[in-house]
């Protein structure tokens, strides 16, 4: 079954502004990902953050976890129109034989 | 340097041919993926492999069959097409099977079944 779910679905904000999008999860985790798509291309991985962890920072990036609420959130900070792409969550399950799991992602919107 | 090349990037077909999609990785990753992204980008796992083993196997119509001849390649081979196969189609590779390896994807195979 699915594992993560994106909120919002969709964000459109103006440049400069903070972007904050919203995962939550079933099951235990060993770890959580976020991942960037631009529109006609492949995923790209921006930051991971492990089970035990709460918060961690990549540039312009801020992850957070709460496990006792399987959640996370992923602030952009500062956003670019470069920016503008579909952010996805991953979870690896705790369970051995399962690869990453995606959610269906937040499109986000840029514009300067 | 395309850590993770797939091809074609477009393959139209009719219903009931058979195509396949190449994909090769030259990050020296022992793990390699196939994943189905639909209409609404939903993203689905279909097989993994590791070191030329199979060890994941979603649900996935027995048309489908994936082929590694090494650890660098990962072709998927579809058979007897239909219109529900049509999606964009990735490729990924990672470092190990699971842990902290993120998965480093191809930039897609979008096939349209007609």
């Known amino acids: 079954s699915q594992q993560g779910e994106e909120d919002p679905q969709a964000l459109s904000i103006q440049e400069g502004e903070n972007a904050t999008m919203n995962c939550s999860y079933k099951?235990?985790?060993?770890?959580l990902q976020w991942y960037r798509q631009n529109s006609g291309r492949g995923l790209v991985h921006l930051i991971l953050?492990?089970?035990?962890?709460r918060e961690k920072h990549s540039g312009r990036l801020r992850v957070t976890l709460d496990t006792s609420k399987k959640s996370s959130s992923l602030l952009i900070t500062a956003s670019r129109a470069a920016d503008t792409a579909s952010y996805f969550c991953a979870t690896e399950p705790n369970q051995a034989g399962t690869a990453l799991i995606f959610g269906k992602g937040t499109t986000l919107s840029v514009s300067s | 340097d395309t850590a993770v090349s797939q091809t074609p990037k477009y393959l139209v077909t009719q219903m009931g041919n058979d195509k396949s999609i190449k994909c090769e990785q030259n990050?020296?990753?022992?793990?390699m993926y196939w994943y189905k992204q639909d209409s609404k980008k939903f993203l689905k796992i279909m097989f993994s492999?590791?070191?030329?083993?199979?060890?994941i196997n979603e649900t996935v119509p027995n048309r489908f069959s994936p082929k590694s001849p090494d650890k660098a390649h990962l072709n998927l081979h579809i058979n007897s097409l239909e219109l529900g196969d049509s999606a964009v189609y990735f490729c990924a590779s990672s470092q190990a099977t699971r842990g902290v390896s993120p998965l480093h994807f191809g930039n897609g195979t979008r096939l349209t079944v007609t």
């Open positions: 953050i492990r089970s035990n962890e």
């Open positions: 099951t235990s985790i060993n770890n």
């Open positions: 492999y590791n070191n030329k083993e199979l060890i």
């Open positions: 990050l020296g990753h022992d793990t």
